[in-house]
């Protein structure tokens, strides 16, 4: 069983930064931890992915260029910096681990683990 607590959110202007990071506990092997969002009134969103080796990341075509994902395995941790903050990025942020190997780690099926979330606020 794999427990996953965020952090860092919380209210920012646009055109601001901040980092998000993705506690996990627990032992399970996982290829993929994921970021996916959900805003108000939408369906949840993927958002970035990182590989167990972090050789391979992936990134939403809304993100790229302004969201980094990152992990430190030695703390069991993995990053989201996110730079240039827009309204629209408003949202909970969750991160998720898949179980296993998975073919496509932009969708959200491939993930069994899941955080509580955390909010992003950015104001215009």
């Known amino acids: 069983q794999v427990q996953l607590v965020e952090s860092g959110g919380g209210l920012v202007q646009a055109g601001g930064s901040l980092r998000l990071s993705c506690l996990a506990s627990?032992?399970?092997?996982?290829?993929?931890t994921g970021w996916f969002r959900r805003a108000p009134g939408k369906e949840r969103e993927f958002v970035a992915a990182?590989?167990?080796?972090?050789?391979?990341?992936y990134y939403a075509d809304s993100v790229n260029g302004r969201f980094t994902i990152s992990r430190d395995n030695a703390k069991n941790t993995v990053y989201l910096q996110m730079n240039s903050l827009k309204p629209e990025d408003t949202a909970v942020y969750s991160c998720?681990?898949?179980?296993?190997?998975?073919?496509?780690?932009?969708?959200?099926?491939?993930?069994?683990?899941w955080g509580q979330g955390t909010q992003v606020t950015v104001s215009s």
């Open positions: 998720a681990r898949t179980r296993g190997v998975v073919r496509t780690p932009q969708s959200s099926e491939g993930y069994t683990y």
């Open positions: 627990g032992r399970a092997f996982s290829t993929y």
């Open positions: 990182v590989s167990l080796s972090s050789s391979t990341t």
